[in-house]
């Protein structure tokens, strides 16, 4: 793709979901990966046309050797376009290295969105990176709900690029000669993003449509989202007391879906589609007599006529 093409589109795209207003302060989250530094070009492109400040926060994980150097080189080309950059380093060590870093990045773009007054945090997420999450919620045994991968827009924060490949990307910094900074744990399969990213969705796409399917899917999973929001607005999951008559009168899907969301709020840990099919099927038992549905440990669910609530045995945690 074409230069001229590559920011038409972005743009055009920006445009129509309304990622972006004149006079808008944008926080551009840049690692110096080829995708973050492409956001970054494309908001200088555009900056003079729809008069936006523009500031960059580069964060450092610190998990390789090298990778001070991609904050320097991040500063480096801040300093050449005359944009404000902050940066901000912590290691991580143990499990769940990848889900640690994302909250703590959660949690300071929003701290210091609020703090400079940013009106839009931007993201450098494409359709490849929604086809990753799917496929991983999948893999991890998500319901059709939960397959609503990356919204576009999420208050605050945009995607622009949810309109390209990463092909798209690399070929557009490519053709204008621009550079980047590789990661080289990238290619390694250590973790499950990059295994999905370099093995799964490979052999998906060879033997069809694997990364347009999963595309697909979160799109038909969000419009699923509305109509879940739609049906059951005035049930209030996080009342202890649920009421039955409004949960029956729901498809099966939808008030399933509902009876997993009860307990997640409720505080049950760990919620599985096996607790939800088994009190699913005992609510639908038409019944006079109380009954108690044990869910975990010390927890029981208890279907007292036309109400479902959860108690604790005496000492459990």
């Given at each position: 793709m074409n230069y001229a093409k590559f920011i038409y589109q972005t743009r055009e795209f920006a445009l129509q979901q309304n990622l972006i207003t004149r006079g808008d302060s944008l926080l551009i989250s840049v690692s110096g990966g080829v995708d973050s530094v492409a956001l970054l070009y494309f908001f200088q492109h555009i900056k003079s046309e729809f008069k936006l400040n523009l500031a960059v926060v580069h964060f450092d994980h610190q998990a390789r050797?090298?990778?001070?150097n991609d904050g320097l080189f991040v500063k480096e080309l801040c300093h050449q376009l005359d944009i404000k950059y902050y940066s901000y380093q912590k290691r991580f060590t143990g499990n769940n290295?990848?889900?640690?870093?994302?909250?703590?990045?959660k949690s300071l773009l929003t701290e210091l969105s609020k703090k400079e007054k940013f009106t839009k945090i931007a993201l450098a997420h494409h359709l490849d990176d929604v086809a990753e999450t799917v496929l991983w919620k999948i893999a991890r045994g998500s319901s059709l709900f939960g397959l609503n991968a990356m919204k576009i827009s999420l208050g605050q924060v945009i995607r622009p690029f949810m309109c390209h490949y990463k092909k798209d990307i690399i070929e557009y910094m490519s053709q204008q000669g621009y550079l980047w900074r590789e990661d080289d744990t990238n290619q390694t399969n250590d973790y499950t993003r990059n295994l999905i990213r370099n093995k799964l969705l490979v052999e998906l796409d060879k033997i069809g449509k694997g990364r347009i399917t999963l595309l697909d899917l979160a799109r038909d999973s969000a419009e699923l989202e509305e109509i879940y929001e739609q049906m059951t607005k005035g049930i209030d999951i996080s009342n202890p007391l649920l009421a039955l008559d409004k949960l029956m009168?729901?498809?099966?899907?939808?008030?399933?879906?509902?009876?997993?969301?009860?307990?997640?709020?409720?505080?049950v840990l760990d919620v599985n589609r096996a607790q939800i099919e088994n009190l699913y099927r005992e609510i639908k038992a038409s019944s006079n007599r109380v009954r108690l549905i044990i869910l975990s440990r010390g927890i029981s669910a208890k279907i007292d006529k036309n109400w479902l609530m959860l108690t604790q045995k005496k000492g459990s945690p």
């Amino acid at each position: 793709m074409n230069y001229a093409k590559f920011i038409y589109q972005t743009r055009e795209f920006a445009l129509q979901q309304n990622l972006i207003t004149r006079g808008d302060s944008l926080l551009i989250s840049v690692s110096g990966g080829v995708d973050s530094v492409a956001l970054l070009y494309f908001f200088q492109h555009i900056k003079s046309e729809f008069k936006l400040n523009l500031a960059v926060v580069h964060f450092d994980h610190q998990a390789r050797l090298v990778s001070a150097n991609d904050g320097l080189f991040v500063k480096e080309l801040c300093h050449q376009l005359d944009i404000k950059y902050y940066s901000y380093q912590k290691r991580f060590t143990g499990n769940n290295f990848q889900a640690n870093a994302s909250k703590w990045r959660k949690s300071l773009l929003t701290e210091l969105s609020k703090k400079e007054k940013f009106t839009k945090i931007a993201l450098a997420h494409h359709l490849d990176d929604v086809a990753e999450t799917v496929l991983w919620k999948i893999a991890r045994g998500s319901s059709l709900f939960g397959l609503n991968a990356m919204k576009i827009s999420l208050g605050q924060v945009i995607r622009p690029f949810m309109c390209h490949y990463k092909k798209d990307i690399i070929e557009y910094m490519s053709q204008q000669g621009y550079l980047w900074r590789e990661d080289d744990t990238n290619q390694t399969n250590d973790y499950t993003r990059n295994l999905i990213r370099n093995k799964l969705l490979v052999e998906l796409d060879k033997i069809g449509k694997g990364r347009i399917t999963l595309l697909d899917l979160a799109r038909d999973s969000a419009e699923l989202e509305e109509i879940y929001e739609q049906m059951t607005k005035g049930i209030d999951i996080s009342n202890p007391l649920l009421a039955l008559d409004k949960l029956m009168v729901l498809p099966s899907l939808i008030a399933k879906e509902l009876i997993g969301r009860y307990l997640t709020n409720q505080g049950v840990l760990d919620v599985n589609r096996a607790q939800i099919e088994n009190l699913y099927r005992e609510i639908k038992a038409s019944s006079n007599r109380v009954r108690l549905i044990i869910l975990s440990r010390g927890i029981s669910a208890k279907i007292d006529k036309n109400w479902l609530m959860l108690t604790q045995k005496k000492g459990s945690p």
